[in-house]
């Protein structure tokens, strides 16, 4: 039986996206639900593909920032008492379920390959803190700001900043990732 190749674009498309509506507290619960998911899921499995393929420090990167994805979620809860625990959105859904049919497929290439496993997980990394600071919440606080919620508008400015920050970490770690592997093969 021949194997799924995992490619980089398979595996963002894994991972949910916060999703904007004309009800702020929706907004909140799509943020939330993919905050959770980024902090349970998504970059937990990414430490365990980086452990498993022999890089523990990448590991500790991965599970740092699913920490701080955690972080952003109690910033809006604190907001939005109400909330509690929000529904699973369909997307996360979908991704968890996506998660599951490619992590055989995936302990399988690390074993055949684990650098270029790891590789993909940062550049997918990098692509959805990017995507997340650049496009998704960026929408969020200007729709607290239209709604004349600076105090949510700040969060999101808050979130925002450190998403940035998230990909700059990867950024650094894809290229010193990128440099020792040159330096291997040299």
Not at 127 to 135: A, K, L
Not at 161 to 176: G, I, N, R, V
């Amino acid at each position: 039986m021949e194997k799924t190749e995992i490619t980089e674009e398979m595996i963002f498309e894994c991972f949910a996206a916060a999703c904007k509506s004309d009800d702020m507290t929706m907004t909140a619960e799509s943020f939330v639900d993919v905050e959770e998911y980024e902090n349970r899921v998504m970059y937990p499995e990414f430490a365990r593909w980086a452990s498993q393929a022999g890089y523990p420090e990448l590991a500790t990167l991965f599970r740092k920032v699913a920490g701080e994805e955690k972080l952003h979620a109690v910033w809006l809860r604190e907001l939005y008492t109400d909330i509690g625990i929000p529904r699973r959105g369909e997307d996360t859904q979908r991704a968890i379920d996506a998660l599951e049919t490619i992590r055989a497929n995936c302990d399988a290439l690390i074993a055949l390959n684990p650098e270029g496993v790891v590789e993909k997980a940062l550049t997918v990394a990098i692509r959805v803190e990017e995507r997340e600071y650049q496009d998704i919440y960026p929408h969020f606080r200007d729709q607290a700001l239209e709604q004349q919620d600076a105090k949510t508008a700040a969060v999101y400015q808050k979130v925002i900043d450190s998403e940035c920050q998230h990909a700059q970490w990867f950024q650094t770690a894809l290229s010193d990732f990128r440099s020792t592997q040159a330096q291997a093969t040299a």
